[in-house]
């Protein structure tokens, strides 16, 4: 009876917390006349042709350049903050460099409203002729993911016994050859975790790609909003949440497929004997 009771307390709050996400979902199946009579979650004559809409490509809407420009630009921001991420994690774990000022410092950067770098980047970029390129975008984001990329590596390394480096120097290793043959082995889990983070943090961004990009590089966050106008005026709801559904898929695959991924590094080194 207490399994039941439990199990039925957890259905709930799935369905609470994934609300929004089952009403997005259900009106992407329904036609527009549909949409005006059927208020509710259940879908009477479900149709695809929302979805048809949003792969249907044309000069104003292409939703596939939509969707290789984020992947694009979300591997770039991900692999580079973390291949920046693993030499500085190493360095402060081992050499305690920086480890009283630079790792706060970047740590309390992420905290602040990235808003507030928006005109100084705009120009910057602006000057360098990156706006609207996949490689401008792709380092913003690769700045943005460094924070939560250096905080997961300096606590895997931190977690790995000196020995091990000991051990290696007196067998002639060089720093470097220690971090790629030795510490970066032992820190797959925690370097994939650090992928997987900042590829959803990196594909889920808004910001940034809507003050930095126009047409080339436009992400799907931003490419999104596009299909929301209806030509003859109003929001098409059932576009709109087929393109959202479309562009919300490959994080949450990620996500779910990689979870215990996620969860065994996050767990990594919580109890010790």
Do not use: H
Request: hydrophobic residues 60%; proline residues 5%.
């Amino acid at each position: 009876m207490i399994n039941m009771l439990r199990w039925i307390v957890f259905a709930l709050a799935a369905i609470a917390m994934n609300f929004p996400i089952l009403v997005t979902l259900s009106t992407s199946f329904k036609s527009a006349r549909e949409l005006t009579t059927n208020p509710g979650l259940w879908v009477q004559a479900p149709t695809l042709e929302n979805y048809a809409a949003v792969f249907t490509v044309s000069d104003r809407l292409n939703i596939f350049l939509y969707l290789v420009n984020s992947f694009a630009v979300a591997a770039l921001g991900t692999l580079l903050a973390v291949a920046l991420a693993l030499p500085a994690a190493y360095a402060i774990a081992r050499g305690k460099v920086g480890e009283r000022t630079l790792l706060p410092l970047i740590v309390n950067l992420r905290a602040v409203p990235l808003v507030i770098f928006a005109i100084p980047l705009y120009m910057m970029f602006q000057w360098l002729s990156l706006l609207d390129t996949r490689l401008g975008l792709g380092l913003i984001l690769a700045i943005v993911n460094l924070p939560l990329a250096l905080v997961i590596l300096v606590n895997a390394i931190r977690d790995l016994p000196s020995e091990l480096d000991e051990a290696a120097l007196m067998d002639g290793a060089t720093r470097t050859q220690i971090l790629a043959r030795v510490i970066a082995p032992l820190c797959r889990p925690a370097i994939v975790t650090g992928v997987i983070f900042g590829f959803i943090t990196a594909w889920n961004e808004f910001l940034f790609g809507l003050m930095l990009t126009t047409s080339k590089a436009v992400p799907i966050t931003v490419g999104a909003s596009f299909f929301f106008a209806a030509s003859g005026g109003g929001v098409q709801w059932g576009v709109a949440s087929a393109v959202m559904i479309v562009g919300a898929l490959p994080p949450m695959l990620l996500g779910l497929l990689m979870y215990r991924q996620i969860s065994g590094s996050m767990t990594a080194g919580a109890v010790k004997g």
